[in-house]
């Protein structure tokens, strides 16, 4: 793993979540708010940073969410990541708060010294439609639960590894892959499930390694209790909901490819 030339208790890794959605009830009660379920995540991935020795053992964690619905955002300048959190909200859909974050992500800066920027499952598809890609409910319907998502050559070299087993939870997907971006993921219902620029300031994922085995049961229970999912979409998620998920790893990537060059 990257060997880091920052770290310590006077240069943290610091993130700004732009927050897009509130989680259901029930885990909002048991698991807290997005900025806290992500803080979990990447605090993890930074733990096995450490055990790895992959980074400067006294390094500390921030991340501070921004609501964008609110119009609230990030000065970008202060911060090691962007990541663009998901959300029940449609990317496509022709509202303000959406279209602000669009014309946010199109128009971020891309020079050296700029964050970089990450989106996950809605925040992915933002910076699909950002960079000109359709995106849409998919016709083959929702992607949800434990998923294996199959590497490209490219998805293989950044994520490490030839698999990444993933929770899904979506029925909108980036259709095609924008101008400029290279593919890194896909499964058979969803072909664009991560990509990243071409000059590698913006990488995504349409899973979400944030959700614990936990939340991802209380999605499947509450969605099918309200009809959302029908039984045989639910049955065969719950089936593997318990499959082991490459969450940690994929954190600790994304932590290492913050601080590359």
Known sequence: MLQFS???YDNPIRLALLVCG??????????????????????AGLDQLKEYSAIDPKT??????????????????????IVISGSASDAYADIPWINDLVKYVHE?????DAPKIIGVCFGHQIIGRAFGAKVAKNTRGWEIGWTPTKLTTEGQ????????????????????LP???????????????????????IVSLQGHPEFTCPIMKEFITVRTALGVFNQELSSEA????????????????????????
């Open 6 to 8: 920052k770290g310590g």
């Open 22 to 43: 509130t989680p259901i009830p029930s885990i909002l009660e048991v698991h807290g708010d997005y900025p806290d379920i992500f803080r979990g995540l990447f605090q």
């Open 60 to 81: 500390q964690l921030v991340l501070e969410g921004f609501d964008v619905r609110e119009g609230i955002y990030p000065r970008a300048k202060e911060w090691d990541g």
């Open 108 to 112: 971020f800066p891309r020079d050296r």
């Open 157 to 176: 070299t950044f994520w490490q590894d030839s698999i990444m087993r993933i929770h899904e939870l979506h029925q909108d997907i980036v259709y095609d």
């Open 179 to 201: 101008k400029d971006f290279n593919l890194l993921a896909s499964t058979e219902h969803t072909q664009v499930q991560s990509m990243i620029s071409k000059d590698g300031k």
């Open 238 to 261: 719950s089936k593997v909901v318990e499959n082991p998920v490459d969450r940690v790893k994929v954190a600790a990537r994304l932590l290492e490819y913050l601080k590359e060059e």
